[in-house]
């Protein structure tokens, strides 16, 4: 059985930082492209970063661009979202997506291109 558990998630001061972590069980993530979203109360889910699965291209909204980064570790089964420079306006439930097509490049336009998804972990971006 698929499981995917976000953990990471927090209070945090504008300015700060917090690391987000994808972990899969039941389910190898080398193979294929995971992506970020979040979602703020009111407001559609929106891709905000991913990362290809043969190449490690990364992707980045430009909402995050430049603060974020998307990163794998294939021997833990883990994919990070390092977040920097928090903004109140990053306040959301993040959660973590898979693509369950091989070899997949990826992309943050649509939810609709990934089949399996966590639960989702809260940030909280405030002072």
């Known amino acids: 059985q698929v499981q995917i558990v976000e953990s990471g998630g927090g209070l945090v001061q504008p300015g700060g930082s917090l690391r987000l972590s994808c972990l899969a069980s039941g389910f190898s993530l080398d193979y294929h492209a995971i992506a970020w979203f979040r979602q703020a109360p009111g407001k559609e889910r929106e891709g905000i970063s991913c990362?290809?699965?043969?190449?490690?291209?990364?992707v980045h909204a430009d909402s995050v661009k430049g603060r974020f980064t998307i990163s794998r570790d294939n021997s833990k089964n883990i994919v990070n979202l390092q977040m920097n420079s928090l903004k109140p306006e990053d306040t959301a439930v993040y959660y973590c997506?898979?693509?369950?097509?091989?070899?997949?490049?990826?992309?943050?336009?649509?939810?609709?291109?990934?089949?399996?998804w966590g639960q989702g972990t809260q940030v909280t971006v405030s002072s």
């Open positions: 997506a898979v693509d369950r097509g091989y070899g997949s490049s990826c992309s943050v336009v649509s939810m609709f291109d990934y089949d399996y």
């Open positions: 990362i290809s699965s043969s190449t490690g291209v990364t």
